[in-house]
């Protein structure tokens, strides 16, 4: 099933992991002490805070981080030399490992909930399914996964298929496939997408 931005906004609102049990009309309660958020949500909504109101905000928010450009984009285009023969062997040993299974579509992954941990532990074990996080970007955002307590996208990419596929990588497919996932990296606002400083 793929969820529309908004599904996923109001399930993730909803979800006890997240919420930590906190009723939606007490978050909702919560928000709206602030005046501020008061002003600035009557002024695009034209009422009060309510749940659809910010279930719209997330969504649209979440539409804004489109990143396009990256080198993989510009390969996909047909660009053959916008990736080096190092990524272009890091994305066949992605395919070939079976990462695209959960990795997909046009955010290379973000559309959906697995369990973690299937060979191997990966993280902490709680919460046992997560959302397949989408990989645009993902060389500017360490540390990684739901803990993190994978600092570096090497690590990431060790434990990854160690847990999640049973595969003991070689040196030199790690650097391979972090060859690949640095091609993910897009652009915003006109500019290359840089981890915070």
């Given amino acids: 099933m793929e969820w529309t931005l908004e599904q996923q906004a109001l399930a ?3 979800s006890p992991m997240v919420s930590q049990g906190v009723p939606l009309q007490t978050m909702i309660d919560r928000l709206a002490q602030d005046s501020r958020l008061r002003r600035e949500f009557a002024a695009i909504y034209d ?7 910010v279930v719209d905000a997330i969504a649209y928010y979440e539409r804004s ?5 990256s080198r993989f984009d510009l390969w996909l285009a047909g660009n053959n030399s916008a990736m080096n023969e190092q990524a272009l062997r890091g994305y066949k040993r992605f395919k070939q490992l079976g990462c695209v299974s959960c ?7 973000g559309n959906l909930l697995q369990k973690h ?3 191997r532990p990966l993280a902490t074990p709680e919460p046992r399914i997560l959302r ?13 996964f739901h803990d993190g307590s994978a600092r570096t996208l090497d690590q990431a990419v060790k434990k990854m298929a160690a847990s999640q596929l ?10 391979d496939l972090v060859a690949f996932l640095n091609t993910l990296t897009g652009n915003y606002a006109g500019q290359k997408v840089r981890a915070p400083e």
Avoid: M, W
Wanted: net charge neutral; no cysteine.
């Fill in 132 to 144: 397949v996080p989408s990989l645009r970007n993902v060389a500017t955002t360490a540390p990684y």
């Fill in 166 to 175: 049973n595969v003991d990588l070689k040196p030199q497919e790690v650097v």
């Fill in 117 to 119: 941990g299937i060979f």
């Fill in 65 to 69: 981080l489109v990143t396009p450009g």
């Fill in 12 to 14: 993730t609102i909803k």
């Fill in 103 to 109: 990795h997909q579509g046009q955010n290379v992954g």
């Fill in 47 to 53: 009422r009060s805070i309510d749940i659809d109101g």
